[in-house]
């Protein structure tokens, strides 16, 4: 059992967070990994009351949170009233300012995780009194902002936080599929670690067979980015 500052904060044996990947993260996944001994959150992403009604209830007192899109969560509020009911182990704010939400999230004493991807999101994240920060780098799936890699932006968060508030977590992401993307996290002053494509490719994950089978036969050469997802689910992003 690998014991970090994370792992002891959260009551959890291994310092592996799963990101709330939108509708992919459902209660199966989340309790699949809370139950595996890390720490699972629901993917309340651009915000359905109903499902996130149904995947808290089907979780079943397994102790999970959940996570939003920012921007998204600000035009349906009310959203976070219905996660903070369930008494979620922390709620995670991705791409968008956290200041107005983080008020109501540690008035529950719920703890709060902003992802980030440059130091100066950093610095705002820290200013709305995160718990934890998730450094983000380019290597990750789904949206981003800025160029910035893992192995870069993480040390330099680290350092941000020594120095203005060293209580506050840690958690890189972007491009950590197994042990080893973990300890180079842990290298690099990071407390644990955010994953979300590999358990994307998991059989709890909410992922057709059909996509799961291509992108398990794919390989990291393969990669591409591309807005289409978005434009054809009609999601207006904010220019990043």
């Known amino acids: 059992m690998l014991t970090t500052r994370l792992t002891h904060a959260f009551g959890i044996e291994h310092p592996v967070v799963l990101a709330p990947m939108d509708l992919v993260s ?10 595996a001994g890390g720490l699972g959150l629901i993917g309340g992403g651009y915000g359905d009351g ?11 007192g397994t102790r999970v949170g959940c996570g ?33 939400f983080a008020g109501r999230i540690r008035a529950a004493t719920v703890p709060l995780l902003c992802q980030v991807h440059t ?14 920060v998730v450094a983000q780098g380019g290597e ?7 160029t910035r890699s893992t192995f870069t932006l993480i040390p330099d968060v680290a ?8 209580d506050t977590l840690l ?14 996290a842990l290298a690099l002053g990071a407390d644990g670690v955010l994953v979300g494509t590999r358990f994307w490719a998991t059989e709890e994950a909410v992922v057709s067979a059909r996509a799961h089978a291509r992108a398990v036969a794919a390989d990291g050469d393969e990669t591409i980015r591309t807005s289409v997802y978005d434009i054809v689910r009609s999601y207006d992003w904010p220019v990043e």
């Open 119 to 132: 130091l100066d999101q950093a610095r705002q994240a820290l200013d709305a009194g995160a718990d934890v």
């Open 68 to 100: 939003f899109i920012t921007w998204s969560l600000a035009r349906r509020p009310e959203l976070l009233d219905i996660a903070l009911e369930h008494r979620p182990a922390a709620v995670m704010l991705s791409f968008g300012d956290p200041a107005p």
């Open 171 to 184: 958690l890189g992401a972007g491009g950590v599929a197994d042990g080893r993307g973990l300890a180079g």
């Open 26 to 35: 459902g209660a199966r996944l989340a309790t699949a990994v809370t139950t």
């Open 140 to 146: 990750a799936g789904g949206h981003g902002v800025g």
């Open 159 to 166: 350092d941000l936080i020594a120095a203005r508030s060293p």
């Open 50 to 60: 109903e499902w996130l009604k149904r995947e808290f209830a089907a979780a079943a």
